[in-house]
């Protein structure tokens, strides 16, 4: 049976708790439904699953259950991404991955694992919750994954 890529209905449902979603059109919840740029609009959900298609290996997946929830989490990631750039504007500056931040006598630090620290794409998906918990399910998919093809070789 075919996978069929989510929806933003499927987004909503599986983050329902997550995203402050804007009202529906149709319902009376808002004088404009579905136009509230301070919540999160159906256009910025297409967007991010858009986003999330162009990245997305389907071959991984055996199963539609599990193909939505990581489609929807790789989604959920650029969704954040793209309304944090959103937010910053013009002014917004591009941050790579740091592994100490100090503010006065507090300081964090972390370590990312070089495999994924070093990997242009990998790394990305560590700034935010919801690229931590697709790296997680994908990293086993990631290791080992080979397709063979039949075709003839020149002599």
């Not at 989510?6 to 449902?13: E, L, M, N, R, T």
């Not at 159906?42 to 599990?66: E, H, K, R, W, Y």
């Not at 954040?80 to 964090?108: F, H, Y």
Request: charged share 15%.
């Amino acid at each position: 049976m075919p996978l069929t890529q989510p929806s933003v209905a499927d987004f909503k449902i599986q983050f329902g708790r997550d995203f402050p979603f804007a009202p529906v059109e149709g319902t009376d919840a808002s004088p404009t439904p579905g136009t509230n740029p301070s919540k999160v609009m159906d256009s910025d959900i297409t967007a991010a699953l858009l986003a999330a298609a162009a990245n997305f290996n389907i071959a991984l997946f055996g199963d539609q259950p599990t193909y939505t929830y990581c489609f929807c989490l790789l989604a959920a990631h650029y969704l954040c991404s793209n309304l944090l750039a959103s937010a910053q504007g013009i002014r917004g500056q591009g941050e790579w991955l740091m592994q100490a931040k100090t503010v006065g006598d507090i300081s964090a630090q972390y370590m990312i694992p070089d495999r994924i620290n070093q990997h242009p794409y990998l790394g990305l998906l560590t700034k935010t919750r919801y690229g931590c918990q697709y790296l997680e399910l994908m990293l086993p998919k990631m290791v080992g994954n080979i397709i063979t093809c039949f075709g003839p070789t020149k002599p």
